[in-house]
Nanobody, 114 residues
Framework: QVQLVESGGGLVTPGGSLILSCAAS????????MGWYRQAPGKQRELVAT???????NYADSVKGRFTISRDNTKNTVYLQMNSLKPEDTAVYCC????????WGQGTQVTVSS
């Protein structure tokens, strides 16, 4: 079992920045791909970014150039640096990890509003 705990969400004005963190704990051998997904009110959950254990990254077109995903394998933690935030980035952001099975965090709210 893997437990994922996100932190770092909050309220930010347009153009601002936030850093999300997601720490994995529990009984596992190794975590492979980790990622961030988001779900806005009334919309389906969508991929934001993923990163493999070897640091190969993938981004949604809507966040390319603004968001950066990274991870620290020694801490089993994945980060999402979000810059130039827009109101349309408002959503609940959830962490995802693959370790023999797929696990999800509870999510953290990000609100971009003036």
């Amino acid at each position: 079992q893997v437990q994922l705990v996100e932190s770092g969400g909050g309220l930010v004005t347009p153009g601002g920045s936030l850093i999300l963190s997601c720490a994995a704990s529990g009984n596992f051998f190794r975590i492979n791909t980790m990622g961030w997904y988001r779900q806005a009110p009334g919309k389906q959950r969508e991929l934001v970014a993923t990163i493999t254990r070897g640091a190969v990254t993938n981004y949604a077109d809507s966040v390319k150039g603004r968001f950066t995903i990274s991870r620290d394998n020694t801490k089993n933690t994945v980060y999402l640096q979000m810059n130039s935030l827009k109101p349309e980035d408002t959503a609940v952001y959830c962490c995802n990890a693959n370790a023999q099975a797929t696990y999800w965090g509870q999510g953290t709210q990000v609100t971009v509003s003036s």
